[in-house]
């Protein structure tokens, strides 16, 4: 994130709308990923996205590169448009990771709006990998 935008985020409520407006006229990538899978799922269903989950780990170091390159991409955030993405601490939800036969971290998993799986991947990607993940469950929805 870059100055501006961390500024503009600590500085209270309205800074969410706020920093929104600014990433789009600075370069400021920022994915609004949601805590629950639940209510994520719940969303879904109601307005038809997909799911796109982010199994990860504050000290993981693949997950640390991916934070700080992949998911800063431009490329990355215009690819995940239309889902609503969902980041899972692993050390949180580790029955859910085994619900789903996940035994890496990262891993990322896409649902459809009636929670069925379509896509489940495990270890790090480069942006390009990733773009091709999502595309790939938007176009196997």
């Not at 961390?6 to 949601?34: D, E, F, K, N, P």
């Not at 619900?99 to 649902?111: K, L, Y």
Request: charged share 20%; with cysteine.
């Amino acid at each position: 994130m870059n100055a501006r935008c961390s500024r503009i985020a600590r500085s209270g409520t309205l800074a969410l709308l706020a920093c929104c407006t600014v990433a789009a006229s600075t370069g400021c990538r920022q994915i609004l990923w949601q805590p629950s899978i639940s209510t994520a799922q719940r969303q879904a269903a109601s307005d038809g996205r997909l799911v796109l989950v982010y199994y990860w780990s504050l000290f993981n170091n693949d997950c640390a590169r991916m934070d700080r390159t992949v998911f800063k991409s431009k490329e990355v955030t215009d690819t995940m448009a239309g889902t609503i993405p969902v980041r899972l601490d692993a050390g949180l939800h580790k029955a859910w990771a085994r619900e789903h036969g996940i035994h890496r971290i990262p891993s990322f998993a896409i649902f459809g709006p009636d929670g069925r799986l379509i896509s489940l991947r495990q270890g790090a990607m480069s942006d390009s990998q990733f773009r091709g993940f999502v595309v790939s469950g938007k176009l196997n929805r």
